[in-house]
């Protein structure tokens, strides 16, 4: 079983709402394959930070951010050959701003991620090869809608991210479909655009009909070097860690 320890102040003046709270929570010894798993129960002092400040009456700049240091389990090759669990920190960074007009509305979002692994030796994976213990990603996504008829409106975003190392997972949700959304997660090692463009068109309070578009492409090779065939392309990008 977990347990956890939160606390911290919230403050609302006028424009601004801003929620502080450090913790610790204390996870048992995890038996995952790989560097997921622990060798002793894992104490990890977390820090969170949400500050929303309304600019102007119709827009808001909302400010998130994230930090934890956990343990994870590593294979080393010095000081001595072995598995030592070493303080790893995840930190994530958001900055969004955002504006609802008379008919159309507007978010531009830029999101940073960092996988650190600290007072690190010499750090190798199951084939004896190096890791790099510093890892980084962030995406940046423009989102707008448009309200063409009281019944008629279009949802157009284009999301730029760049991920080009392991250990960092970007994502943003999106609609799947209707009144339907999803966290849509960009494979490691990649660095690309999503977009995608949807018109909805509600015929009566029960019945809409509605179209999307989407695209997701790829600028590098996901760090994988000429595949042999799709059937293996598939299964790394399915699998990610495999690569």
Same mark, same amino acid.
């Given at each position: ?60 700049? +909302? ?29 994530? +960074? ?106 909805? +068109? ?42």
């Amino acid at each position: 079983n977990e347990e956890a320890v939160l606390s911290g102040p919230g403050l609302k003046i006028n424009n601004l709402d801003f929620l502080a709270e450090y913790g610790v929570y204390r996870k048992p010894i995890a038996v995952y394959s790989g560097s997921y798993g622990t060798l002793t129960p894992n104490i990890i002092p977390t820090i969170y930070a949400d500050l929303m400040y309304q600019i102007l009456p119709n827009v808001m700049l +909302h400010y998130l951010e994230r930090d934890n240091w956990e343990k994870r389990k590593f294979n080393v090759s010095s000081p001595v050959p072995g598995v030592m669990d070493l303080p790893v920190y995840k930190g994530q +960074h958001r900055v969004e701003v955002s504006g609802n007009f008379k008919k159309a509305s507007l978010k531009l979002r830029y999101e940073y991620k960092q996988y650190i692994i600290e007072n690190n030796p010499q750090i190798i994976n199951a084939a004896g090869e190096a890791i790099n213990p510093y890892s980084e990603g962030s995406l940046v996504y423009v989102d707008t809608k448009y309200n063409l008829t009281p019944q008629l409106s279009v949802n157009l975003r284009g999301v730029f991210f760049n991920g080009p190392v392991d250990n960092v997972y970007l994502s943003a949700v999106e609609p799947l479909w209707s009144q339907v959304y999803m966290s849509k997660t960009f494979i490691p090692q990649g660095r690309g655009v999503n977009f995608y463009f949807i018109i909805n +068109h509600n015929i009566s309070s029960n019945i809409s009909v509605w179209l999307k578009y989407a695209n997701l492409g790829y600028t590098d090779d996901f760090g994988i070097i000429q595949p042999v065939n799709i059937d293996e392309m598939d299964k790394l990008i399915a699998n990610p860690s495999q690569s």
